[in-house]
T-cell receptor, first 111, second 109 residues
């Protein structure tokens, strides 16, 4: 059973629209993260949360907003979508800053 | 990114053989992690090392924090070992894990 659930697996959006990527983890970890992987760049850190508080943000654009409604949830809202946002978005979690575990990813295509 | 350099970028092995992947850091790291991204795109955590050596089946990893490098050894390679292997390490901010560009491993019959 997957311990980090990401929904949806695949997402197609039109330019200018808004989407929310869902992530829930059942590992009991206190820290959650979002990473992005595109063909042009290696795995790229976006956000980290610890105990539902934002710890680090290395995403330049405010169009990307993480949302943590529960301790084991970290969703990612993306507004005004652009074709360059097309990528696979991985949610991850860890206990403190130790071993990192990833979800299976949401592959986003912006047309 | 540039602070985590992986080599080689691509590697081809025949089944049953082995090789080593290397990860160099431009600064002192407190720990390293190795991941395999398989054919389905899933990222699997292989190792977390703060120092020394760890072994798991046909995989072995070492981390030399003083000389700022880590290696991942694969022996008796199998077809299912194909994929991209990433090393990653936290920089000054422990919450942020930086990834290398990966080594794409192809295991051939």
């Amino acid at each position: 059973d997957p311990k980090i659930i990401q929904k949806p697996k695949y997402l197609v959006a039109v330019t200018g629209s808004e989407k929310i990527l869902i992530c829930e983890q059942y590992l009991g970890h206190n820290a959650m993260y979002w990473y992005r992987q595109s063909a042009k760049k290696p795995l790229e850190f976006m956000f980290s949360y610890s105990y539902q508080k934002l710890m680090d943000n290395q995403t330049a654009s405010s169009r990307f907003q993480p949302q943590s409604s529960k301790k084991n949830h970290l969703d990612l809202q993306i507004t005004a979508l652009k074709p360059d946002d097309s990528a696979t978005y991985f949610c991850a979690s860890s206990q403190e800053a130790e071993r990192l575990f990833f979800g299976h990813g949401t592959k986003l295509s912006v047309l | 990114g540039d602070q985590v350099e992986q080599s080689p970028s691509a590697l081809s092995l025949h089944e049953g053989t082995g090789s080593a992947l290397r990860c160099n850091f431009t600064t002192t790291m407190r720990a390293v992690q190795w991941f395999q991204q398989n054919s389905r795109g899933s990222l699997i955590n292989l190792f977390y090392l703060a120092s020394g050596t760890k072994e798991n089946g046909r995989l072995k990893s070492t981390f030399n924090s003083k000389e700022s490098y880590s290696t991942l050894h694969i022996r008796d390679a199998q077809l299912e070992d194909s994929g991209t292997y990433f090393c990653a390490a936290p920089m000054s901010n422990y919450n942020v894990l930086y990834f290398g560009s990966g080594t794409k491993l192809t295991v051939e019959p």
